[in-house]
């Protein structure tokens, strides 16, 4: 069975080339809103990962981190937050696995999903 990555952005253009980086890494990949669409998927997909937009860090998408985090169905599911921020905006203790920053190249994502533990596909 492919691995799968739950995608959660609200621009096209993100959207896509996470897309074109996952899909080239092995996986599929599904699109998801940043709120309750995303936990409602994320709990009945069970994917492999889930990259999270945030790029306000007191923004909505921050809570949804926090609730995945906080469900025991979704609590072991890696996430990697997709920021333009030049610290980090969710550290571990959020529930964060990884950081990538926006206009992230092809090996900037492998290192995220090295570093959130996840083999590509």
Request: negative net charge; hydrophobic residues 40%; glycine residues 4%.
């Amino acid at each position: 069975m492919p691995k799968t990555i739950l995608i959660a952005a609200s621009d096209p253009n993100i959207t896509y080339l996470l897309k074109r980086y996952a899909e080239a890494s092995g996986f599929e990949t599904v699109r998801a809103g940043q709120n309750k669409e995303l936990q409602q998927l994320a709990k009945r997909l069970l994917p492999d990962l889930i990259v999270l937009e945030i790029e306000i860090p007191e923004e909505p998408a921050r809570q949804v981190l926090l609730q995945l985090k906080s469900d025991p169905i979704t609590a072991l599911i890696p996430v990697v937050v997709y920021s333009c921020y030049d610290e980090v905006t969710c550290s571990p203790a959020d529930g964060a696995a990884s950081t990538l920053q926006k206009s992230a190249m092809y090996g900037d994502f492998l290192a995220a999903l090295e570093q959130a533990g996840v083999q590509p596909g």
